[in-house]
């Protein structure tokens, strides 16, 4: 058979290669395009031709070379493609694999206290975490020196500055830029110098209370936080009052809640009193309102404060504060379905 006829039997054997599956193109590529390939042999009996014919077929030739090769770079192509294709076919019927996520406790109680008190008109403010004298001491009614500044284990940063030991730096700076009435709650970090253990840490979130307007008294206060217990822990709390002292407020007290563990039977976590502090309150003292330019002989106001984390462990029953901050996936996932 001469050359010519041969290539063109072989152009047609290309074209018509079933290049399916990765095994055909193996063959395709030893076939055509291997060391020991069929188009190999032809170039061998081109060499033996007269120069006369070389140039015709020469060029069909290679022209024969590039066809497989294109053909064979273009069927792998497609047989990748399609088996991807097949790989990530989406079956509906699976279950998702997807982990949900949860919600941390603190978080969860944080906006639960917002929406309580967001539902009697107060709003939320927030200030920096880093703190001057000023706001979280002075104005606050702490002299210097004085050793009500004691009560607070402070981490100073400079002789100006310290992390702030409670959210009513942020009270002073809202009233500062603001006139009255005035009806809003600070949350956020408080930072204390304490050792870690299961009842104290270093790092907690409070949640402080501010009302000023003409004519507030202490029995605002004690209904306000009634409603708030209530609404948290349920219609049958019980709630009681113990005189206290904090310099910026006057009076002041503290409130107790009945045991949320034992139902106020008594247990350990309430001391078998039957009842947890959960809060520091009381009415503004009036220099703390002259502090920010705010006339005491006019209003008057009440301010509280609450550590969320003392209510988490209590609306939950969790009874070690170190669990809150180490972020162990078995305790966080028990928080699932809530928040
Ligand atoms: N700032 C107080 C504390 O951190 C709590 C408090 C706030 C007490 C407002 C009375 C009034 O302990």
């Known amino acids: 058979m001469d050359l010519k006829k041969t290539i063109e039997l072989m152009n047609a054997e290309i074209a018509s290669f079933e290049l399916q599956s990765n095994e055909a193109l193996e063959s395709f590529r030893i076939r055509f395009l291997g060391s020991k390939n069929k188009i190999k042999d032809l170039f061998v009996q081109f060499k ?24 064979f770079e273009e069927a792998k192509k497609s047989v990748g493609s399609s088996k991807k294709k097949s790989g990530n076919k989406l079956d509906l019927s699976l279950p998702a694999p997807t982990e949900l996520g949860s919600r941390h406790p603190i978080s969860i109680v944080r906006n639960e206290v917002e929406e309580i008190f967001a539902r009697v008109g107060f709003t939320v403010s927030e200030g920096p975490e880093i703190e001057d004298d000023w706001h979280n001491f002075s104005a606050l009614n702490f002299p210097e020196d004085h ?6 284990d402070t981490f100073f940063i400079n002789d100006d500055f310290a992390l702030r030991t409670h959210t ?6 809202v009233m500062e830029r603001s006139n009255p009435p005035i009806r809003t709650i600070s949350p956020g970090r408080v930072f204390r110098n304490e050792a870690i253990s299961a009842r104290a840490h270093c790092i907690f979130h409070q949640v402080e209370g501010l009302y000023i307007d003409k004519g507030v008294s202490f029995a605002d206060l004690k209904q306000v936080l009634y409603y ?5 822990f349920g219609q049958d709390v019980q709630v009681r009052f113990r005189p206290s002292y904090f310099p910026f407020t006057e009076p002041s007290a503290e409130m107790d809640v009945s045991c949320n563990i034992c139902g106020g039977k008594g247990c350990n976590i309430c001391k078998y009193t039957g009842y947890v502090e959960i809060l520091g309150c009381g009415m503004v003292d009036p220099s703390v309102l002259e502090n920010c330019n705010i006339d005491s002989e006019v209003y008057s106001g009440y301010a509280f404060g609450l550590g969320i984390e003392r209510l988490t462990m209590l609306k939950y029953g969790i009874n070690d504060l170190r669990l809150f901050f180490e972020n162990d996936v078995r305790f966080l996932a028990q928080f699932r379905s809530e928040g």
Do not use: C, H, W, Y
């Open 168 to 173: 009513s730096s942020v009270q002073i700076r």
């Open 147 to 152: 050793p009500a500044r004691d009560m607070q």
């Open 228 to 232: 708030f217990a209530q609404e948290l």
């Open 48 to 71: 033996e031709l007269p120069p006369d014919e070389k140039k015709e077929l020469g060029q069909i030739l290679n022209q024969l070379k590039k066809t497989a090769e294109t053909r």
